[in-house]
Structure formats: structure tokens, C-alpha cells
């Protein structure tokens, strides 16, 4: 069965700093995406990037990057000069197959950003 | 244009009333999603229709009823309701294919409290 682990239930980071949030994830399907998420408290969920499995670079996408390391089932979201309006849960997803519609989601982490 | 409306915003109802939720996108997506957020919790998928027909039921409660009247609309109906179900719920639409077009897109959420 697949499965999205974020450890970090809360993490603070001084503006203008870089911030990396923890993934993994467990599947035994060789064709899956991984995708990030950004919550604010309006509660809308706004998509930030993509990583495919079979993609062999890094995703990125202006301030975010995706540390995406297969060998040890690890997709970490790095957040480059963080800015205030980054304060947000930030939720890591997989789907998994290449026809498939169900995308499991990670606890979330908590980011806060510091002025 | 990556647009996802639902309505309405907020709802509150009580035990025994009949409400809808509504959700549109206009992006030629072919897959539609619905998603009940408890408070703090990761997305929880419900429902799942690809090409107007359901094809994933997560073993959701029969007191949520839903409809696609076309590719473009979903509706999620609510009857006899449980405090329980109180949540955000969220709608999303993806496209089908390969990698990022797998990409699932979503709305700002209804926030529904039952009485």
C-alpha cells in the first residue's frame, strides 16, 4: 500500500532564509507523481510542483525545488528566500500508476515564517 | 487559466436538511474529485468521476450523493447529515496523462458545519 510520511508537524524559519520540508514515501509501483501542496488559512489548496518518477532532474519552479532523491523514497520541498506570505500547512501527495485517481496526502507540516 | 469554483463559501445546516454543494471548472479536465478536510487532517478523497461516470467511492456514507450532469460541473448532496461531517470540503479536476498533466487543481472549499 502506498504511503506519504511528513515528520515535521511544525517548522519556523527566518525571512529571506531557505526551509526544507521532509518527505518520503513508500509504493511498490514504479510509475508515480509526487506533488506538493501549499495551505493557507483560507483553506484553499494551492498546487506548487511536480516530480515524476521517471523524471531525471530535480522539479523546480521559481522558489521551490524538489530535493528528489528515489533511491531513498524522499521528495523534500526546499523553499528558497522565504518570504511571509509563505506561512502555510504544506502538504506532500503521491499518485500512484499511470491511470490511476487516487492521491494520498501527507499529516502536513506547519511552516511559519519569522519577520 | 487554473480555475476551480465551488459554492457556496460556507454552509450550515441542520440534521435534516437537503443542501447541495457545487463545484465548476472550465479547464476541459476530464476528472473531478471530492475531498472532506477535517480540521488539521491531510484531504481524505471521497468520490472520484472520470468522464462524467463515478469511478471511485470511498466507501462514503449514502447520506452523500454525488452527480456530474457534465464535464464541466460536479455536485455533492447532502441529506440527514451528522455533526461529524461537519469539514471543508474541497473540490478538484485534473486532466488525464502523463506526469504533470496528472496535476489535480482545486477550488477555495466549502465550509459546511451541521448543526
Known amino acids: 500500500a502506498q504511503k506519504i510520511t511528513q515528520t515535521q508537524p511544525g517548522m519556523f524559519v527566518q525571512e529571506k532564509e531557505a526551509v526544507t520540508l521532509d518527505c518520503t514515501y513508500d509504493?511498490?509501483?514504479?510509475?508515480?507523481?509526487l506533488f506538493w501542496y501549499k495551505q493557507p488559512s483560507s483553506g484553499e489548496m494551492i498546487f506548487l510542483i511536480y516530480q515524476g518518477s521517471y523524471d531525471q532532474q530535480n522539479a523546480t519552479e521559481g522558489r521551490y525545488s524538489l530535493n528528489f532523491q528515489k533511491a531513498r523514497k524522499s521528495a523534500n520541498l526546499v523553499i528558497s528566500a522565504s518570504q511571509l506570505g509563505d506561512s502555510a500547512m504544506y502538504f506532500c501527495a503521491m499518485r500512484e500508476g499511470p491511470d490511476g485517481f487516487k492521491t494520498i496526502f501527507g499529516a502536513g507540516t506547519r511552516l511559519f515564517v519569522k519577520a | 487559466d487554473t480555475e476551480v469554483t465551488q459554492t457556496p463559501k460556507h454552509l450550515v445546516m441542520g440534521m435534516t436538511n437537503k443542501k447541495s454543494l457545487k463545484c465548476e471548472q472550465h479547464?476541459?479536465?476530464?476528472?473531478m474529485y471530492w475531498y472532506k478536510q477535517k480540521a488539521k487532517k491531510p484531504p481524505e478523497l471521497m468520490f472520484v468521476y472520470s468522464y462524467e461516470k463515478l469511478s471511485i467511492n470511498e466507501s462514503v456514507p449514502s447520506r452523500f450523493s454525488p452527480e456530474c450532469p457534465n464535464s464541466s460541473l460536479l455536485n455533492l448532496h447532502l441529506h440527514a447529515l451528522q455533526p461529524e461531517d461537519s469539514a471543508l470540503y474541497l473540490c478538484?479536476?485534473?486532466?488525464?496523462?502523463?506526469?504533470?498533466?496528472?496535476?489535480?487543481?482545486f477550488g477555495p472549499g466549502t465550509r459546511l458545519l451541521v448543526l
Open positions: 479547464m476541459g479536465h476530464r476528472a
Open positions: 509504493t511498490s509501483d514504479p510509475s508515480y507523481g
Open positions: 478538484a479536476s485534473s486532466q488525464f496523462g502523463q506526469a504533470k498533466q496528472e496535476t489535480q487543481y
